[in-house]
């Protein structure tokens, strides 16, 4: 099952859930499979299609549940992968987690058991469900799943009062970022931190899980981004609003930038991140300002935390900090509490991670 994990990212198949699959003859893998996207083979049918020799009496291992539906997205005619399973002779299936699709859901697993396959169900659940969180989130929430990263001093400072950020993490931490960068389908920021910084804003020295770099995109309500910013490439997505200049929205589009624009009265992060989903984002990697990251908090879009904490303080009053605008909590009692909480270091560097409890929570008011 770890080895079906592992090649389960060599796709990249929004909107399907990442899945991979390892057929075992004996002790002996014979294929391994993944998907790669609506209208290609699932994973089971890749792998059992390569299988150097008979499949009859093997096990398959998949980080999914074998789907049961005919009807692809692509509106095509195709055989479930619980068939394929039994097409194969495969005598035993071993599913990390079940489904959530309605189409599927414990069908495919009824479907093997019901044909006299041996069915095992769990394996190594947690880890599958968390690699499929993206494509989880917008079936479940109809939004991407979000993931704040955000880099302070002791004192919560992401940057001095001046303005001067860089760095204040060291190179280990940074590492980290880069690979924590290249698991998700976009890096968000506002356009503060464009013309204060000029980020690239891609992953570098670290491999591409999927192959691919991750999209950009950039909040900027009045289309200021400067055309010469270096994130002002193929695949970038401005979301501005309908008031923008159309002669810098026209140059940007030229530049290969996809450009969402709403009203001004609609421009929020609750009807923006749906739009992100629509255009093929699972896993959104928020590294904005305090102004923006807030919106986040206070739209309750966040659902995991990368807080790097350095052995710095700058003090300042004015000094920006990670999190902005109006207040998430007023009584320290109604604060934001982190669960499933970790601590990593590297080097001098503090990393607290953990995903924010916003059940049964009431929004400030």
Known sequence: MRKALQVGLKGHPHPNP?????????????????????????AEHMALDACRENAAGATLYVTLEPCCHTIGRDGNVRIPCWQRCLD????????????????????????????????????????????????????????????????????????CEGGDSKWITGEKSRRA???????????????????????D??????????G??????????????????????????????????????????????????????????ENILPMLADIGMGIVLLEAGGVLSGAFYRARY?????????????????????????PLATRMNRAIELTQMQMHRYGVDVCITGRPVWEGREAES
């Open 212 to 269: 691919r770099q991750p999209r950009v995109v950039v909040f900027d309500r009045s289309l200021r981004m400067p055309e010469s910013a270096r994130v002002a490439r193929q695949g970038t997505v401005i979301v501005t609003t309908s008031d923008a200049p159309g002669a810098a929205t026209d140059a940007f589009k030229q530049k290969g930038c996809h450009i969402i624009a709403l009203d001004a009265d609609t421009y929020t992060v």
């Open 201 to 210: 804003l891609t992953v570098r020295s670290v491999p591409l899980v999927s």
């Open 302 to 326: 966040v659902d995991e935390v990368h807080w790097y904490i350095a052995p710095k303080v700058v003090g300042g009053g004015n000094a920006p900090v990670g999190l902005a605008g109006s």
């Open 88 to 159: 194969a002779g495969v005598t035993r299936v071993v599913i990390a987690c079940a489904d959530i699709d309605p189409r599927t859901a414990g069908k495919g697993i009824q479907h093997l058991l019901d044909a006299g396959v041996s069915v095992d169900v769990g394996v190594l659940s947690e880890k599958a469900i968390h690699q499929q969180r993206g494509f989880r989130s917008i079936q479940t929430a109809g939004r991407p799943f979000v993931i704040h990263k955000v880099a302070t001093t002791l004192d919560g400072h992401i940057a």
């Open 18 to 42: 990442p899945v991979g699959a390892v057929v075992v003859q004996g002790d002996r893998v014979i294929a391994q499979g993944w998907h790669n996207g609506p209208g290609t083979p699932h």
């Open 177 to 199: 970022v880069h690979q924590l960068r290249a698991t998700c389908d976009a890096i968000i920021v506002g356009v503060g931190t464009i013309v204060a910084d000029d980020p």
